[in-house]
């Protein structure tokens, strides 16, 4: 009886995950549309040709899609029910992703050192909550994978974790589409 | 969606394709515009168009949208979204846009007022 | 940000002043009674493990209307003293309250209503109801569900904090900038505003993912979803509302919020910052959040007309339709609120004739409510009173916001007291008249006696009478040209014996809450004669009312199977009546969640951090994100959340019921 109930509660918890993940695309919609407003008010500061370091994002975004892959890997494995096989891409998809942010911080930060901060324009303002809540959602991510990875070395493929590998490898896949549209119109639209 | 049921399109080669295609699509774009060598206006559909492609292939390759089961709530779910985000952001960009007629901004020039009330001179 | 420990809070914090005073002094009587009553009759164990950590839906719904009642309370007060301010600032007179507080007090009473007591309301009836109307044991996500509560409870602590430490924004319940920020309100009563309702709100998402999951993947067997009943479809409508559109709330709320603390120039009016792009985005969620509200008031009235004509539902179908219509249409009139904001004769009559449209369905589901009447035999209970009083004003309100969909007219009126009695109108005869009636119809299955029908009576004339008597006048004055919002009026305008009816209705209208708390009082001495022992008390049609009153923790010893619309009408007189037997042994264990008191901590942490924003406490902050990680977490790798109720526990209980009721 007890059985029936938990694989009850797979579909359940990856529809309401689904249609949490549905949420957070609106929230991005809003941040969006916002930049799309924005974007052009620079207040006589510099605009996005002048400051994006295009090779540099193009860095981060194959990062990104590689991660990824690499959590389609941690599925395959997890599907094979192979542990190690799955902690090393777990950790693979970790390295990948930190990378991503520290070269997003590090993009940051000479921007504010030039005098180009958040504060500056409501342009900046707009792009740096828009890429900024990106990140945050990929730290989140992060943290996540730690606790995952912990949590399976520990227990194991129990119900609970294999179902939250899944949630997580969606909740990755949908960060780096998100991703797409951040870079297609923030950074490559704005060199224009 | 079920990790337990067979779907076949949750392969190592669904992954593989869909990775490389996105390299492809990614590059592509990337070069497009590293390039410049079309008006502003075509680059934009082109970098649109590619992300819009990039976006389809994640969501089979990677997310295997359309193998779950039905009845395919997910589908849906997603397809509100979509209608709810299209109309928040072009509704959004049509009225601040617009409202901009009565409060012109600092780039928009006397020009296109006149142009827009059809002003004879 | 260094300087002190305790941020920008000082001990100058603390309100002071005469009114202020008998609110704080109100509030923390009632605190320290309840307090002091648990204490006295050494209930806090029971109150911990029977109500606080729950998972169970019908406790967490009760606590949501107790805590909603509250809020009502509260917000009533509000309404009351801007009614007398109004009547009294005439002329020479300046009334009793200072336009800044006049000012806070507006805002305060809007935030309030909206997020506190209509979304609490709401969410009340629906967790008492939905899980029983599906025939399943609980929500989807239970203990989601509870953390739902306790974060809209963190908000609510944070509105009512306002008023002793600190002050609540003086702008409107939503805060237009530039006023709202930092330039123009340097004090924490705009970020008291974000932070309560973006807590609260951040609850309200959460139980919107929880009830859409619920609908679409807990029915019981054989309920497809044209057999659900009609409330189960508003309530989906409703949810789905709730899900895309407060995002868009979260992501306003957080901007402006981003301008005040970290300086940005998302709204301001410098720097490139674009004001009216916020009054943009907190509509597109502002006007969601009515149909939000106004959905499940439907939904009940659809139940409510059914089962007191005693005749099914008419046009089941088009009611699917025009409640999918609705919630479609509600994302495409949004710019209405914003007319004059000048976008021009295009973008005006596009959402003009879209707000005219989405008068329609409402328009075929009033029309399928009055047929449904026809040829039913029509029992006057409470209930359908409340649904009088619905058709009654809704409809008087509904034309006066047809009438202002015309952007010409809108022109004339917006901001006036046309409008805000148009919204009361909605809200008052649609929204709280709908939550009543809920209330009057479900309570005996809630609590296992019915209600007091005389008094309810006597409520329900004086909330309608009342009602008219605050509202109608407002018609009149923003016809005549006064605006909202006004502390003080020159008494040539010849307003003021307008203002003063208002005022009575006001009067009347208190006179109505007492009639319903006397109601309570009464029903609860004299429930022995009025207990609802078959569980069915006004020969119902839906599921609810197939178990006891109240319903077992586990709701159904056996989870039903149905085969058409209104199920339970169709087992007692239809094709699939089932024949009772009272030898049914074929029960199983069924697993519930456990008690958890990890919603409680972490909407503690999630307001302590919010509590820290306000006043820039940079140590609690961090420590408010890390206490809701570490809970999350906690929680999160506990694999033992369930316990099982075996079936001989069922058998017993179920036998005892039984019995009860073959002694009637």
Known sequence: ?192 | MSTDTKTNTESIWSYSMGFVLSICLTSIAYLLIRQNGHNKTTLVWYIVGLAMAQLVVQLVFFIHLGAESKPRWNKLAMLFMFVVISILVFGSMWIMNSLNYNHPAMNMTDGEVIKDEIIKR | MLANIFGKLTLKAVQHGPIIAVAQLTMLLGVLSAIGLLFYLKRWKWLWKEWLTSLDPKKIGVMYIVVAVGMLLRGTTDAAMMRAQQSMSVGTSNGFLTSDHFQQIFTAHGTIMIFFVAMGLMFGLLNLVVPLMLGSRDVAFPFMNSTSFWLYVGGAVLINLSLVLGQIGATGWLAYPPLSELAYSPGVGVDYWIWSIQIAGIGSLLSGINFIVTILKMRCKGMDLMKMPIFLWTVLGSMSLVAFAFPILTATLAMLSLDRTLGMHFFTSDSGGNAMMYVNLIWAWGHPEVYILILPAFGIFSEVVATFSQKRLFGYKSMVWATAGITVLSFTVWLHHFFTMGAGPNINAFFGIMTMVIAVPTGVKVFNWLFTMNHGRVHFNTPLLWFFGFIATFTLGGVAGVLMSVPAIDFQVHNSLFLVAHFHTMIIGGVVFGYFAGIAYWFPKVFGFKLNEQLGRYAFWCWTIGFLTAFVPLYILGMMGATRRLDHYDASMGWQSLFIVAGVGVLIIGLGIAFQVLQMIVSIKQRKSNLDITGDPWNGRTLEWSTSSPAPFYNFAILPEVHDRDAFWDMKYGSSKSTKSTNYTNYTDISLPKNSSAGIFIATFASLFAFSMVWHIFWLGILGIVGVLVCLIIRLSDDETEYIVSAETIAKNESINLSKKATH
Request: net charge positive; hydrophobic share 55%.
């Open chain 1, 1 to 192: 009886m007890t059985n029936i109930i938990k694989t009850e509660d797979s579909s359940k918890t990856l529809l309401g995950f689904w249609v949490y993940l549905m949420t957070d695309c609106v929230l991005f919609a809003s941040l969006f549309a916002t930049y799309a407003v924005l974007q052009n008010n620079t207040y006589g500061g510099p605009s996005g040709k002048q400051i994006f370091d295009l090779p540099n994002i193009f860095i981060e975004t194959i990062l990104l899609l590689t991660s990824s892959f690499t959590t389609g890997l941690v599925m395959l494995a997890v599907k094979k029910r192979n542990k190690n096989t799955v902690l090393l891409w777990l950790a693979i998809t970790w390295v990948l992703g930190a990378l991503f942010l520290s070269l997003e911080i590090s993009e940051f930060r000479s921007m504010v050192l030039a005098g180009n901060s958040w504060r500056s324009s409501a342009f900046l303002s707009s792009f740096f909550t828009l890429v900024g809540t990106h990140g945050l959602h990929i730290l989140a991510g992060l943290l996540w994978a730690g606790v995952l990875a912990f949590q399976l070395a520990t227990k194991g493929f129990t119900e609970n974790v294999t179902r939250r590998l899944h949630l997580f490898s969606l909740f990755w896949h949908f960060l780096d589409i998100i991703w797409i549209f951040i870079f297609t119109i923030v950074y490559l639209r704005g060199t224009l």
